[in-house]
């Protein structure tokens, strides 16, 4: 399995802008559609968004279009998400997951996904 590492995390106020980064290493990175997720204290994992392998499709949760960016840079092996518009309920840990394209396309289905970072935490201050 690709193994995934987040960085980026840290403490915004309300309205600023943060962006996390996620490396993958062990396996060939293009055969991955790349995820970004969340999950809140005492909430469930939530889908926030997804970048198929060459980058040509990307899709958002409602809660973050227009503010958050999805991002891949095959020669860095890395995904990004660019957070903008920072909000108080963007507070969460924050993790990128991998998906083998022999399973299928993107999804926002966590189950889907075969490989996980460990998180990085982001919390927004109003």
């Known amino acids: 399995q690709v193994q995934l590492v987040e960085s980026g995390g840290g403490l915004a106020q309300a309205g600023g802008s943060l962006r996390l980064s996620c490396a993958a290493s062990?396996?060939?990175?293009?055969?991955?559609?790349m995820g970004w997720f969340r999950q809140a204290p005492g909430k469930e994992r939530e889908f926030v968004a997804t970048i198929s392998w060459g980058g040509g499709n990307v899709y958002y949760a409602d809660s973050v279009k227009g503010r958050f960016a999805i991002s891949r840079d095959s020669a860095e092996n890395t995904v990004y998400l660019q957070m903008n518009s920072l909000k108080p309920e963007d507070t969460a840990v924050y993790f990128c997951a991998a998906r083998s394209i022999w399973r299928g396309s993107p999804t926002e289905d966590p189950e889907a996904y075969n490989s996980w970072g460990q998180g990085t935490q982001v919390t927004v201050s109003s």
């Open positions: 062990g396996r060939t990175f293009s055969n991955y559609h």
